[in-house]
Nanobody, 127 residues
């Protein structure tokens, strides 16, 4: 599975951005697709997840502001980010899990579940 992100950029607080992740390769056994945020000096943290069945999970910090979606016909994962805040700044990574199958949604935002990663796209939100 290969993942390529796009759509990052700079925006003022309160603005919106839409990130996209083009998925290619063997996707038939992809169980979870997620977006992660990494800030310098901190661990990569899960932002939003969507399962192969369409169930979504969000980090508390983005609930009501971010929406994850998947277009299987185009093999694209998206993250619509609204009402952006300076603390949303960082590198956003698209990730796919093709090994672990778990119904425990509390684990879905754990980076250790994921075995495929994109190269990341920078998002900068200024105040």
């Amino acid at each position: 599975v290969q993942l390529v992100e796009s759509g990052g950029g700079s925006v003022q607080a309160g603005g919106s951005l839409r990130l996209s992740c083009q998925v290619s390769g063997s996707t038939s056994h992809t169980y979870l697709m997620s977006w992660f945020l990494q800030v310098p000096g901190k661990e990569r943290e899960g932002v939003a997840t969507i399962s192969s069945g369409g169930v979504t999970v969000y980090a508390d910090s983005v609930k009501g502001r971010f929406t994850i979606s998947q277009d299987n016909t185009k093999n694209t994962l998206s993250l619509q980010m609204n009402s952006l805040k300076p603390e949303d700044t960082g590198v956003y990574y698209c990730a796919a899990d093709s090994i672990v199958v778990t119904s425990d949604r509390s684990l879905w935002l754990n980076a250790t579940l994921y075995n495929h990663w994109g190269q990341g796209t920078q998002v900068t939100v200024s105040s």
